[in-house]
């Protein structure tokens, strides 16, 4: 059984006053300090919260900077196909001219040889038919004999292929 006696009354006594000086001095800077802290730790979620949904949307604006993005690269892609295209066609188109004009160069140049070498053995044709039917007719025939066989011997040569060479 407890007994009720003047130490029992000071330690209750005691107590009491102690409770009251911490209820007035320990108390209150205590719930002050837990609700500072508490607001911190409230405010700091509010501002993760804040970042993460300004982290969305940067991501969904990178997202759809990302796809504007790939769609003019595709787009200048297609355009330089299309441009290479038109080059090709517009080098093509010139090399096939340049061909044309040279190959019409060199025929030209061909047949120019051609009549110049047909020009050519003629001369020599009828300088050496000259030289033969003299030398024929010196011993058998007069001049004006001899000239009728070599200008008819020159026409035959006009009329026909020379040498198999078309005239």
Do not use: H, W
């Not at 038109?86 to 061909?99: C, P, T």
């Not at 000239?147 to 026409?155: L, N, T």
């Amino acid at each position: 059984m407890v007994e009720l006696n003047g130490t029992l009354l000071a330690q209750i006594v005691n107590f009491l006053i102690l409770v009251a000086i911490l209820a007035k001095f320990a108390y209150k800077p205590l719930m002050q300090g837990l609700e500072d802290r508490q607001q911190k730790i409230a405010d700091s979620i509010d501002s993760a919260e804040r970042e993460r949904r300004e982290a969305e949307q940067l991501k969904l604006e990178y997202k759809q900077q990302l796809v504007e993005v790939r769609a003019q690269a595709q787009a200048i892609v297609e355009k330089a196909e299309k441009l290479a295209e038109e080059n090709k066609e517009e080098i093509l188109k010139a090399a096939r001219a340049e061909s044309a004009r040279i190959l019409k160069s060199v025929q030209e140049e061909v047949a120019r040889e051609r009549e110049l070498a047909l020009a050519q053995l003629k001369g020599e044709v009828v300088a050496l038919s000259m030289a033969a039917a003299t030398k024929i007719m010196k011993e058998k025939m007069d001049s004006e004999a001899n000239a009728a066989i070599v200008a008819d011997f020159i026409d035959k040569l006009d009329d026909k292929k020379i040498g198999g060479l078309p005239c």
